[in-house]
């Protein structure tokens, strides 16, 4: 059974950093593309970035402040965000597509305020 469980976020102040994790089970993980998406109340769910086995995108709302790794031994992505914003505050997702199913972890809130 497929499952992406996220960690950790929390508070932080404008300005500050955060590193969430995305540990995934159930599939052979190495092959797979796997995404960060969030979603803000009131509005859609949009990326954050996604990262393949040799490759990685990112919404333009966060380039050159998130970077999204993985780590192929450990099952796990992050997403280390940097020079945080009021609007970056949203519950963010762990997402990917495996043999035609599309799946989402449980989600973790990223709270940006003074």
């Known amino acids: 059974q497929v499952q992406l469980v996220e960690s950790g976020g929390g508070l932080v102040q404008p300005g500050g950093s955060l590193r969430l994790s995305c540990a995934a089970s159930?599939?052979?993980?190495?092959?797979?593309?796997v995404g960060w998406y969030r979603q803000a109340p009131g509005k859609q769910r949009e990326l954050v970035a996604r990262i393949t086995s040799d490759s990685s995108i990112y919404g333009e709302s966060v380039k050159g402040r998130f970077t999204i790794s993985r780590d192929n031994a450990k099952n796990t992505v992050y997403l280390q965000m940097n020079s945080l914003k009021p609007e970056d505050t949203a519950a963010y997702y762990c997402?990917?597509?495996?043999?035609?199913?599309?799946?989402w972890g449980q989600g973790t809130q990223v709270t940006v305020s003074s």
């Open positions: 159930g599939f052979d993980f190495s092959m797979y593309a």
């Open positions: 997402h990917t597509f495996f043999l035609g199913n599309v799946y």
